[in-house]
């Protein structure tokens, strides 16, 4: 590995929960005014996507003694229940906050018991549950408001659970999490170009909800497109890391014809 | 504002039905055969994927077969045994095909490289493991462990969603509450079939597997993780009624 310079975790700690948090309160508080304001639960979403894949990459690369995506599939567990509870109990604009920080709670739980009663010798595995979880309804919220156009109990369970998108969510909003490190992880692992990776999944999740989304054709046209740019911006980003990190990048050509290999 | 306590209070039965539910999850999740990577190269036994993959399809193929059955029938043994099929014929239709690709396609045979005999079929085991692997396939003991283990993780499965559709005023044919409860049921699912794979950590073989012997810490981490999420799902899914225009 050449030149490491990393972002530390607390850094991307702020970045997730700050922009998660405002991204999907400008959406909340805005998108009353136009619709079109969804977007910024998208790109709340990208960000908590961004926190939750770099808390993967440093769990996971304790060894969990399982497959990569089984925290994914925790942390969006763990969401899913919490954000749930959360928009449930008709607190209007502290639901997302009460969602987040009950998913927080969660995540603090499951960290305990699985390191007092199962016995995990992961150090950092309670405050890991903990950030993966918050990022998990973190990117729930911000996806759900996309789609649903209003972060009220009765819209989200009638425009996104009841028509299925939610598990939409939860597999794409998963994959942006614990892809990045189950497909970079190794020796010549760089957060860098993990972090894009989780970035462009993220933008391939926000088109999908804004196609998903009801919010109006506004809303529909202008989620999609802010999509489109981050999954662009950032595939290239991470195709360009990919040769940075690569020893070298040859062009095999296409495969030989039959009288060719005679 | 709704009155917490007093949904907590008034459900605490189907709490503890679904808390019975997630630990029977946890549990089923020792019996079946997880290979991951290795097996995928036929250089484990078990059927070549995680557990949580393995073990959430039973559980949503289960809760598939719960909510059918829900619609026409609310006796809760037809529940939960519907959901306990559901979940086994699952693992099944998946471990049978397995084995035909491993034996036609991969050309290896179903062996244990736990046991030296089969404890179903005494069959001799240690001669036909392939130098330098675990095993391969599924032999006829893991197919029986898993089995049982979709039978018991379905069961923990409609356990769980009769419980949730119970704690609900709503008709059990409103799709709005069945696709809530679903919602929960699956993210429970998940997450109790996280917690014993880390219990598990990497392969197991079935009940045979020494490891399975590990499986009280994992029931009792599930037992105790199911009691916090028990209470936000019976409040959740109990508040819907409250909610106008479902």
């Known amino acids: 590995m050449t030149e490491k310079k990393m972002i530390p975790p607390n850094t991307l700690l702020a970045f997730g929960v700050v922009g998660g948090l405002l991204g999907v309160y400008l959406a909340y508080f805005l998108a009353p005014m136009n619709p079109i304001f969804v977007f910024f639960g998208a790109l709340g979403a990208v960000c908590a996507s961004v926190w939750g894949a770099d808390v993967v990459r440093r769990v996971a690369s304790y060894g969990l003694g399982t497959g990569v995506p089984s925290i994914g599939m925790l942390a969006l567990g763990m969401g899913i229940i919490a954000v749930l509870f959360g928009l449930s109990l008709g607190l209007g604009p502290a639901g997302p906050l009460v969602a987040f920080i009950t998913s927080c709670v969660i995540g603090a739980i499951i960290g305990i018991i699985s390191k007092k009663v199962v016995g995990m010798t992961i150090p950092i595995m309670v405050s890991a549950t903990t950030e993966i979880a918050g990022a998990g309804a973190l990117l729930i919220l911000g996806l759900s408001i996309v789609i649903a156009g209003s972060l009220d109990f009765g819209v989200v369970v009638t425009e996104v659970i009841t028509t299925g998108f939610i598990m939409m969510i939860y597999i794409a909003g998963g994959m942006a999490m614990l892809h990045p490190h189950n497909s970079n992880l190794g020796p010549d692992e760089t957060q860098d170009r993990l972090l894009a990776l989780s970035a462009e999944k993220a933008g391939i999740a926000v088109v999908l909800s804004g196609f998903a989304s009801v919010a109006g054709m506004g809303a529909m046209a202008v989620t999609m497109l802010i999509g489109l740019f981050i999954w662009y911006t950032f595939w290239g980003k991470y195709y360009g890391f990919v040769k940075r990190d690569a020893y070298k990048v040859i062009d095999v050509g296409m495969l030989p014809t039959e009288e060719e290999m005679q | ?246």
């Open chain 2, 1 to 246: 504002m709704i009155d917490i306590v007093g949904l907590i209070a008034s459900n605490l039965i189907w709490i503890l039905a679904i808390v019975i539910g997630g630990t029977l999850i946890s549990i089923s999740v020792h019996f079946i055969p997880v290979g991951g990577a290795p097996a995928a190269m036929a250089q484990a036994t078990g059927i070549g994927t995680g557990t949580v993959m393995l073990a959430a399809g039973a559980g949503i193929a289960g809760i598939i077969a719960a909510g059918a059955v829900m619609a026409v029938n609310q006796n809760i043994w037809v529940v939960i045994g519907a959901a306990a099929v559901g979940a086994a014929v699952m693992l099944a239709a998946t471990m049978i095909v397995a084995t035909w690709i491993y034996a036609y396609g991969v050309g290896v045979m179903p062996v244990s490289a736990k046991v030296k005999y089969d404890p179903i079929t005494k069959y001799r085991q240690d001669l036909y493991v392939s130098q330098g692997t675990e095993g391969h396939g599924i032999p006829t003991v893991a197919y029986v462990s898993a089995s049982i283990g979709g039978l018991l993780g379905g069961l923990g499965a409609g356990l769980a969603y009769y419980a949730l559709m119970k704690v609900s005023t709503l008709p059990v044919t409103n799709l709005n509450l069945v696709a809530v409860v679903s919602t929960f049921t699956i993210g429970f699912f998940f997450i109790n079939s996280v917690i014993p794979s880390y219990n598990i950590v990497g392969t197991i073989e079935g009940f045979h597997d020494p490891k399975f012997k590990k499986w009280p810490k994992a029931a009792i981490a599930s037992f105790l993780a199911s009691i916090p999420l028990g209470i936000l799902a019976v409040v959740a899914v109990a508040s819907l009624a409250s909610v106008g225009g479902l």
